[in-house]
């Protein structure tokens, strides 16, 4: 691995690793089925490598089933020197390298800093410098407009997320990963534009779709014009390269 350069792989939903030149991180990792699969496949995590790998850090948004599942810690018993890093909510064992963070609180584990953001449901969001590098995984900090809502609560959402997407202004961002939940009917792309339009990361990776690829290369579309180069995502385990300018 390069200096100034990251390998970034699709895992699940909102999970990717991203491995930089002397790091390895991994936001909310799941399988859908629940549990570890019995061999490796594409998007799958091997117990066997993390073991033998040094500087994991492993990083858990919040509580919910399709971005924290308990086997994780299998993976810290396999290797003690693997960090967790878990919004707060998250069931979190009692060990010296499991941290919880509240929205705002920053954390510094060796050459890895770590600021928690507020989220629009549960538990945080995370922006994380190390080698050079700044990414920003939102967890559930999405535009929550659904139909369902009230216009009332409809404009609460929007002010909520605006509100704090704002408070990232000023932030060098190289890497985003955003929400654009086809569940959200037209309203999908939302908070991916406004993010985009309001921080102006380099890259951009969609998330939060489940096995719904096809909107990932719908808001491409749907945000040709920006200067954030966005991806468009096909399988699980799909890499992405990224050397920063």
């Known amino acids: 691995m390069k200096p100034f350069s990251s390998r ?3 895992l699940y939903h909102s999970g990717f690793s991203i491995e930089t030149l002397h790091h390895f991180l991994v936001f909310d990792y799941v399988e859908p089925t629940g549990g570890m699969p019995t061999k490796p496949i594409a998007g799958s995590l091997d117990l066997n490598q993390l ?3 040094d ?3 492993f990083f858990i948004t919040h509580h919910h089933q399709d971005h924290f599942m308990p086997q994780l ?3 810290q018993e396999s290797n003690p020197a693997v960090q967790i890093i878990a919004g707060d909510g998250v069931p979190l064992p009692a060990r010296e390298n499991c941290h919880l963070m509240k929205p705002y609180e920053k954390l510094q584990i ?6 928690a953001f507020g989220s629009t449901d549960a538990g945080v969001s995370f922006y994380v410098q190390t080698d050079h590098l700044s990414f920003f995984h939102s967890g559930d900090l999405n535009w929550w407009h659904w139909e369902s809502f009230s216009p009332q609560q409809q404009l609460q959402e929007e002010k909520d997320f605006k509100e704090e997407i704002h408070r990232l202004q000023g932030k060098r961002i190289d890497v985003a990963f955003v929400p ?3 569940r959200l009917g037209t309203a999908y792309h939302w908070a991916g534009t406004c993010f985009i339009e309001t921080i102006k990361p380099s890259l951009f ?3 939060h779709f489940a096995n719904d690829f096809s909107v990932t290369r719908r808001f491409a579309t749907q945000v040709a014009d920006t200067e954030s180069r966005v991806i468009v995502l096909n399988h699980r385990g799909q890499q992405i390269e990224y050397t920063k300018n």
């Open 205 to 207: 990776i969609p998330m």
């Open 51 to 53: 073991a033998r790998r």
């Open 110 to 115: 060796n050459e890895v800093s770590v600021e």
């Open 8 to 10: 970034i792989t699709h």
């Open 73 to 75: 810690f299998d993976y």
């Open 55 to 57: 500087n994991v850090y």
């Open 180 to 182: 654009v939940d086809p």
